[in-house]
């Protein structure tokens, strides 16, 4: 889960566009010689994670992306991709962003329209903000990485199938 993680272990910040940024991850609590849960860890989510959360809505509700409704999700986060990939170097808002904004705001669907909730996810691939469920949360979906690998690949048009292939899933049990 941590493949785009903001700040290593020993960072509490993290560069962000000539901004200082405070990192969001949370970091596990294992010491060198502990064991790797290999079961998910599932931990509430801190005040300053709400708090991100809160934020990435209000900027897409900003822009007038509906986080409820998918099309609306979909078309924001195409539009966004098309006008960042577009816009001159130097102009372009930084993509881990655009990246964050849009996963923040699919979690947020997932965790509304099914009984996914968000939580803190330590698992072997490190600690991430996650809506997580199931029995014992072992049905975890990491929306920044949802997000990024399509971002990298320069995917569009993925949301519709992939989130609400995850909400059929979670609904039809």
């Excluded at 785009?4 to 560069?15: C, L, N, P």
């Excluded at 596990?28 to 709400?50: H, N, T, W, Y």
């Amino acid at each position: 889960m941590a493949w785009f993680r903001r700040g290593g272990k020993d960072s509490s910040a993290a560069s962000d566009g000539g901004r200082e940024a405070t990192s969001t991850r949370s970091e596990p609590s294992l010491a060198v010689d502990d064991e790797i849960p290999v079961q998910p860890v599932l931990e509430g989510v801190p005040e300053a994670e709400r708090n991100r959360i809160a934020r990435a809505l209000e900027e897409l509700g900003g822009a007038g992306v509906d986080v409820d409704d998918l099309s609306s999700l979909a078309a924001g986060l195409d539009d966004a991709f098309t006008g960042w990939e577009s816009a001159p170097e130097g102009v372009r808002e930084p993509h881990e962003r655009i990246v964050e904004r849009y996963a923040l705001g699919i979690g947020e669907h997932l965790h509304r329209h099914t009984d996914l909730r968000w939580q803190v996810v330590t698992d072997a691939f490190g600690t991430d903000l996650a809506v997580a469920g199931g029995f014992r949360g072992d049905f975890v979906v990491v929306p920044s990485n949802l997000v990024a690998v399509r971002w990298l690949r320069r995917e569009t048009g993925w949301v519709p199938g992939v989130v609400g292939h995850i909400v059929r899933c979670r609904n039809e049990r």
